[in-house]
């Protein structure tokens, strides 16, 4: 475990060998789902890079020098940190040139041309990468293909196919892999999220290797209506006007920013995916066809989620193509009887 970080002692290793042969590149695309420790390595790393004593192939920073204290106390002058506005739905041109009074003069591709205030580098990392728009990525292509010296710029996203062709070109992409179920069900005992061994496996088996998303179900809401959603699904007969009405307002209550709700409406289809995948290894054919289907109609779901679709059409969408191949009999719900306790 490096640093306190579970599940990608294979990612530090690759780092170390490209440091050691010269060959740390200017700019790395980290891909892989959300919730997996892409942002948390990212500053580790940068952190290590930083580090004024140790030397970098080490990735082991010191923890004494000024730059590290400056680093652990969130003020460090050399590190850039860039989110997605929550107001907003793609990254805004002016996080990396500045507002219309002071294009170039500000921003992260101005603060990057700056030397450095400790040490030989600056480090910036670009949350939500997936949110690039057309003209954030035409922004940020100069300082891509001509990166200063002393610059590492680290990109974070979940998928290359989410990046725009100028992003992934100009990027070394690292793959990181989803957490084991037993990595993700000891952090959820560790950080005191599950009270016991059994309802964190649990929690981790449908958590898709994520803590973020582990995190999430713990929720028991999310139980409850999962328990509901269960109940009208083994109808003989979906009505997706009723399921509509049984998802859109679950949705809506996780709140007004767009985000929460595409996480949450995520982890509906993901029950209902989980549902689908139990009935299809334990029926007949023609329930499993069936059962196929209704998968085929949950990935088709996902993607329109991923491609910032309206959420009210997708749930529309989603809930006509389930009643459309409706398994009759499909038995008593699966899975748990209650929310895990």
């Known amino acids: 475990m490096w640093q306190g ?34 942002k948390r390595f990212a500053l580790e790393l940068a952190h290590s890079l930083l580090c004024t004593n140790a030397a970098d192939a080490v990735l082991q920073p010191c923890g004494q020098c000024e730059s590290c204290r400056m680093f652990v106390a969130g003020n460090h002058p050399d590190l850039e940190v860039v989110v997605l506005p929550p107001d907003k739905s793609t990254l805004p041109i002016e996080l990396f040139i500045g507002d219309r009074e002071h ?145 859109q307002p679950f949705v809506d209550e996780a709140g007004k920013e767009t985000s929460p709700r595409r996480e949450r409406l995520r982890i509906v289809i993901g029950f209902v995916i989980e549902r689908y995948q139990q009935s299809l290894r334990s029926s007949a054919a023609n329930e499993a066809r069936l059962a196929t289907q209704a998968l085929d109609t949950c990935l088709s779901a996902l993607e329109q989620i991923d491609r910032n679709a309206n959420l009210g059409l997708v749930i529309q969408n989603w809930c006509e193509g389930l009643a459309g191949g409706t398994i009759r009999n499909a038995g008593s719900p699966l899975g748990f009887a209650s929310a895990p306790h």
């Open 103 to 247: 294009r170039n003069q500000e921003g992260l591709c101005h603060r990057l041309e700056l030397r450095p205030f400790f040490g030989r580098r600056k480090v910036a990392i670009v949350d939500d990468a997936d949110h690039f728009g057309i003209a954030s990525a035409n922004c940020l292509l100069k300082t891509l293909e001509e990166p200063p010296a002393s610059a590492l710029l680290i990109l974070i996203g979940t998928s290359p196919s989410r990046q725009l062709p100028t992003i992934r070109s100009r990027s070394q992409i690292v793959r990181f892999r989803t957490l084991p179920m037993e990595d993700v069900a000891q952090v959820l005992i560790d950080t005191g999220v599950a009270s016991n061994r059994d309802v964190a496996l649990q929690i981790a088996q449908l958590s898709d290797g994520s803590i973020e998303r582990a995190r999430q179900l713990s929720d028991t809401t999310l139980w409850e209506f999962r328990n509901r959603l269960y109940s009208a699904l083994q109808t003989a007969r979906l009505d997706s006007v009723r399921l509509t009405r049984l998802v």
């Open 5 to 38: 970080i579970i599940g990608h002692d294979e990612v530090v290793n690759r780092f170390r060998r490209s440091i050691e042969a010269g060959r740390l590149a200017s700019t790395y695309l980290f891909v892989g789902p959300p919730g997996i420790g892409k």
